[in-house]
């Protein structure tokens, strides 16, 4: 599914991060002195981290949405099917 905006962050809310449905990366916030504090590899793991949050997060969307479709279809199909009162 391509609607909804998905926010996560990492463990410690250093990182946040925002992504579409599509998945795209479409807003990122780094917390000020986290590269002096941590390095860069620091700040790599922490933005993995949040973008696969968002990810997940994504996903469970994408599930619950299909699931729901499904549902509706079925039921659309099955009044369908049933023969006039």
């Known amino acids: 599914m391509n609607n909804g905006i998905f926010k996560a962050?990492?463990?410690t809310k250093s990182v946040h991060v925002t992504?579409?449905?599509?998945?795209?990366?479409?807003g990122i916030r780094i917390e000020n002195g986290l590269l002096k504090k941590v390095g860069a590899q620091g700040v790599?793991?922490?933005?993995?981290?949040?973008l696969q949050n968002a990810q997940r997060a994504v996903s469970v969307f994408d599930e619950q949405s299909?699931?729901?479709?499904?549902?509706?279809?079925?039921?659309?199909?099955g009044a369908i099917n049933q023969p006039p009162a």
Do not use: F, H, K, M
């Open 9 to 11: 962050s990492d463990e």
């Open 66 to 77: 299909g699931q729901t479709l499904a549902e509706t279809l079925a039921t659309i199909s």
């Open 44 to 50: 790599a793991e922490r933005v993995n981290e949040a």
């Open 19 to 26: 992504l579409n449905g599509y998945q795209w990366l479409t």
